[in-house]
């Protein structure tokens, strides 16, 4: 399939270890915040999401922080494994519009 | 069930030439919304579609329409094709229109302008 993100910002994780992605947004008035993993030949999936009256949200394996005084968005990843292998994206919405905005993505390479 | 698709997965055109891309979202889902990616890009808002509405748009030309039609399937039309239109064209699906609905995403289409 199709490359994604050829020219991204690369981490490189060694497996089991744990992942943490960063993400500076760019609009103080977003209400909602999104990350997204998006594999080679595939759409973006939704990983975890987190409202800008919160500033940790946990899921399986994830957890998103959020810094509205610094207006950066973090993914943590716990106990990589091969299948995180992709490009990460935070996006950011604001419920006045219906506009998700898409952040630089960064590709997360897992190592044996 | 099955996802949101997408036709076609490939699609080759020349400069001023028209397309039409395809989409049909996730049963239940109301909401259809367009991207446009560009490689090594995230993806770029253009359309969103909610009820057959259009509640949100990008910064693109008025080369790029859409549409939804009455079983929430949409269209995405591009006229005058440039080179830059070149990308992979996403789509996205959600039962609401808000941006706090899930959103679910299409394969894609590649689209190549020569």
């Known amino acids: 399939g199709e490359s994604v993100g050829l020219h991204l910002p690369t981490l490189s994780v060694q497996e089991g270890d744990n992942s943490i992605i960063n993400c500076a947004y760019s609009n103080s008035a977003s209400d909602y915040f999104i990350w997204y993993k998006q594999e080679s030949g595939k759409g973006p999936q939704f990983i975890i999401d987190i409202r800008s009256n919160m500033d940790k949200r946990q899921g399986q394996r994830v957890t998103v922080l959020l810094n509205k005084t610094v207006k950066h968005l973090s993914l943590q990843i716990a106990a990589t494994q091969p299948g995180d292998s992709a490009v990460y994206f935070c996006?950011?919405?604001?419920?006045?519009?219906?506009?998700?905005?898409f952040g630089k993505g960064t590709r997360l390479h897992i190592l044996p | 069930d099955a996802g949101v698709t997408q036709s076609p997965t490939h699609l080759i055109k020349t400069r001023g030439q028209h397309v039409t891309l395809r989409c049909s979202p996730i049963?239940?889902?109301?909401?259809v919304s367009w991207y446009q990616q560009v490689l090594g890009q995230g993806p770029q808002f253009i359309f969103q579609?909610?009820?057959?509405?259009?509640?949100g748009r990008g910064n693109f030309p008025d080369r790029f329409s859409a549409r939804q039609f009455p079983n929430y399937s949409s269209e995405l039309n591009v006229n005058a094709l440039l080179l830059g239109d070149s990308a992979l064209y996403l789509c996205?699906?959600?039962f609401g229109g808000g941006p706090d609905y899930e959103q679910y995403f299409g394969p894609g289409t590649r689209l190549t302008v020569t």
């Open positions: 579609y909610y009820e057959k509405e259009e509640r």
């Open positions: 049963s239940g889902h109301k909401s």
């Open positions: 996006a950011e919405g604001a419920n006045r519009d219906d506009k998700i905005i």
């Open positions: 996205a699906s959600s």
